[in-house]
């Protein structure tokens, strides 16, 4: 089910998981941590109720992008790192955990993840597309 910003949401019964594939940067952790759940070659590609919420929502988190996002059925959500860790990517890149706002030109969005473009070439602007120098 498509929502209006580009996303994707996966509705299984005890959890929701969220795609937006502009941000997605093909780490595959999620399709290495869970392949019964996260299956590229199967449509849809991402199938909730295929292990455990509490699975799911630790493979999802493992998502260094934040392109993948869950929510529990019982209204859990995913809790930040405390304290927030800022690592740079030899190419330049920024990968972010932690309790965040990011300004983005749709407006400010909070996350819990993120890869942020160090170089100012993403297209996907403050986010990394892998587009310049520093998502190589």
């Known amino acids: 089910m498509s929502t209006g910003s580009g996303k994707k949401s996966y509705k299984g019964r005890a959890?929701?998981?969220?795609?937006?594939?502009?941000?997605?940067?093909?780490?595959?952790?999620?399709?290495r941590g869970l392949p019964e759940v996260f299956d590229t070659a199967e449509r849809?590609?991402?199938?909730?109720?295929?292990?455990a919420a509490d699975r799911v929502a630790e493979v999802v988190r493992r998502c260094p992008s934040?392109?993948?996002r869950y929510e529990l059925a019982d209204g859990g959500a995913e809790t930040p790192d405390r304290p927030t860790r800022i690592t740079r990517g030899p190419a330049g890149q920024l990968?972010?955990?932690?309790?965040l706002t990011v300004d983005t030109p749709?407006?400010?969005?909070?996350e819990t993840r993120a890869v942020l473009c160090g170089c100012g070439?993403?297209?996907?602007?403050p986010y990394c597309d892998h587009s310049g120098p520093c998502g190589r």
């Open 95 to 99: 990968t972010v955990r932690g309790e």
């Open 15 to 31: 959890v929701t998981v969220t795609f937006e594939a502009g941000r997605c940067l093909h780490a595959a952790e999620c399709v």
């Open 66 to 68: 934040g392109a993948l």
């Open 44 to 51: 849809p590609w991402i199938r909730p109720d295929g292990a």
């Open 106 to 110: 749709a407006g400010p969005r909070s």
């Open 121 to 125: 070439s993403s297209g996907n602007q």
